[in-house]
């Protein structure tokens, strides 16, 4: 079972619509957490990052949440556009000396239609 | 500036064969990461470069897999004697300073499949 589970894994909304992406994480110990965007062909992107004591942080439209104590965090799409078309991946980072660990979730496939 | 770029972006090959993959990190990029997704499953760490030593290689799942960084630049991948289960994208990706603040930077992967 993995360590950062994402749901749904994919949805599909209409333009203008808002969304909403989950994820479960049980790494251990934890240092911060990142939400990636994934266009297909191309590298994950970061959109937000959040330290264990941040609640929220915001990206243009896109604005993570952060529960430490429940281990989880989600990602709101406001307003969707149809670039929004992506697959989006929760990853819980733990840091370390000698270099970072990071656990990647499965990703949510978002599709965005007109 | 330059992204990091990965060469070839798609390869097929059969069982047996060898395959190298390429990685360009960013200029100046000291830390160098070789994850891989197969299909179906998330990304997972392979290894990790800080300049041409091998910081931690402990993803790598066997010894078909070499990667090496000649020189702190750019770094190969390659695979010998290439397996089924290899299929998957192999991503790089790169960051400046490690720590609490570090972001790694992806490239675009290249897509292997093995036949």
């Known amino acids: 079972k993995n360590q950062v589970e994402q749901s749904p894994q994919s949805l599909i909304i209409l333009e203008g619509k808002n969304c909403t992406l989950q994820?479960?994480?049980?790494?251990?110990?934890?240092?911060?957490l990142r939400w990636y965007k994934q266009d297909t062909g191309r590298g994950p992107v970061s959109l937000t990052i959040?330290?264990?004591?941040?609640n929220t942080k915001s990206n243009g439209r896109y604005t993570a949440t952060l529960d430490a104590d429940t281990k989880q965090s989600s990602l709101h799409i406001t307003a969707s556009q149809l670039s929004d078309s992506a697959s989006y991946i929760c990853?819980?980072?733990?840091?370390?000396?000698?270099?970072?660990?990071?656990?990647f979730g499965g990703g949510t496939r978002v599709l965005v239609k007109p | 500036e330059a992204g990091v770029t990965q060469f070839p972006s798609h390869s097929v090959i059969e069982k047996g064969q060898t395959v190298t993959l390429r990685c360009d990190p960013i200029?100046?990029?000291?830390?160098l990461y070789w994850y891989r997704r197969v299909m179906g499953k998330e990304i997972k760490f392979l290894l990790h470069?800080?300049?041409?030593?091998?910081?931690?290689e402990s993803g790598m799942p066997n010894n078909r897999f070499l990667a090496e960084r000649t020189g702190g630049t750019y770094s190969t991948l390659k695979v010998q004697p290439a397996e089924l289960e290899d299929s998957g994208v192999y991503f790089c990706?790169?960051?400046?300073?490690?720590?609490?603040?570090?972001?790694?930077?992806f490239g675009p992967g290249t897509r292997l499949l093995v036949l």
């Open positions: 990706a790169s960051s400046q300073t490690q720590g609490l603040g570090e972001t790694q930077y």
């Open positions: 200029s100046g990029h000291d830390n």
């Open positions: 990853v819980v980072i733990h840091y370390k000396a000698a270099g970072n660990k990071l656990t």
């Open positions: 959040m330290t264990f004591s941040e």
């Open positions: 470069f800080v300049k041409e030593s091998k910081q931690d």
């Open positions: 994820c479960n994480y049980t790494v251990s110990p934890f240092s911060n």
